[in-house]
């Protein structure tokens, strides 16, 4: 049995990637980043990430370990990551990145 957190486990803290690159950070990430900063979200890390390869596509943000892909996230759009995904479970369909999650 593997001491690494899988992503059935209730309990493996989450990480919200925030893409600080620079095509995201022309389309608002650094708010975005600040944003999801100044929400006390418990066991939730938030950091800013490289380049997410999704160019074009951002501000992206990426919830692990779920593997979730948020894109074109604005501000005021964070408060409803939050308090849907991150302290509910549940995706917010509709901000779902398509590439990754066609179904949206």
Known sequence: MSNFPTQNQPNTPKC???CQHRTCKKQGAVEV????RALSIPDVTVTASGCLGQCGNGPMV?????????GRVQP?????????HLLSGQKVKHMLYYRFHPQG
């Open 16 to 18: 919200v990637q925030v």
């Open 33 to 36: 980043l600040a944003a999801f």
């Open 62 to 70: 990426l919830v692990l370990p779920d593997m979730v892909w948020y």
């Open 76 to 84: 005021h759009e964070v408060t409803r990551i939050v308090e849907q």
